[in-house]
T-cell receptor, first 115, second 112 residues
């Protein structure tokens, strides 16, 4: 089944404790992206990657890191989480934009709470 | 500065009637627009899109209209069904960039 998977789905952690949220897609998509969803703010793009070893900042990159060492994986790293990073996180992937009209396939989400 | 705005946080519609969800944008560089639907505890799913070279795109019960001069797009669902009850997000992007700007979402409730 074609899908985007995220782990963990739920995470409660404490301020300053490094964490990684994994994202993997099995559709051989070039493009991957991370978003956070907050009440009243919709979805905001954190980082995106056009292909392996190519990443760039979205609208809200502060406090986050990403890496793209393999095409299928795009982990989101919080080196020193803070309470304002409490949010619902979504990973998404997309095939070549030229062919597939920009639509993205989203994972099920990771709910992160930082205390 | 919210570049993509969905001014109606919620909308209720009777089953079988038309649902109209609106979205406004401010950035004239946006040239591709998408609608996503989101159910609770799931990720958004792509619904329909439109390029700025068109003013209408239709897919079954879903039609998206684009008014470039007003920087406004709308999603029409006809007829509305209870299963359409979800949060709808509009999103915009510019060709050649890889950035997407989403609106804040509209919660649609279709009443049986």
């Amino acid at each position: 089944e074609a899908q985007v998977t995220q782990n963990p789905r739920y995470l409660i952690t404490v301020t300053g404790k490094k964490l990684t949220v994994t994202c993997s897609q099995n559709m051989n998509h070039e493009y991957m992206s991370w978003y956070r969803q907050d009440p009243g703010l919709g979805l905001r793009q954190i980082y995106y990657s056009m292909n392996v070893e190519v990443t760039d900042k979205g609208d809200v990159p502060e406090g986050y890191k990403v890496s793209r060492k393999e095409k299928r994986n795009f982990p989101l790293i919080l080196e020193s989480p803070s309470p304002n990073q409490t949010s619902l996180y979504f990973c998404a992937s997309s095939p070549s934009k030229a062919l597939h009209n920009y639509e993205q396939y989203f994972g099920p989400g990771t709910r992160l709470t930082v205390t | 500065d919210q570049q993509v705005k969905q001014n109606s946080p919620s909308l209720s519609v009777q089953e079988g009637r038309i649902s109209i969800l609106n979205c406004d944008y401010t950035n004239s560089m946006f040239d591709y627009f998408l609608w996503y639907k989101k159910y609770p505890a799931e990720g958004p799913t792509f619904l329909i899109s439109i390029s700025s070279i068109k003013d209408k795109n239709e897919d079954g019960r879903f039609t998206v209209f684009l008014n470039k001069s007003a920087k406004h797009l709308s999603l029409h669902i006809v007829p509305s069904q209870p299963g359409d009850s979800a949060v709808y997000f509009c999103a915009s992007t510019t060709s050649g960039t890889y950035k997407y700007i989403f609106g804040t979402g509209t919660r649609l409730k279709v009443l049986a």
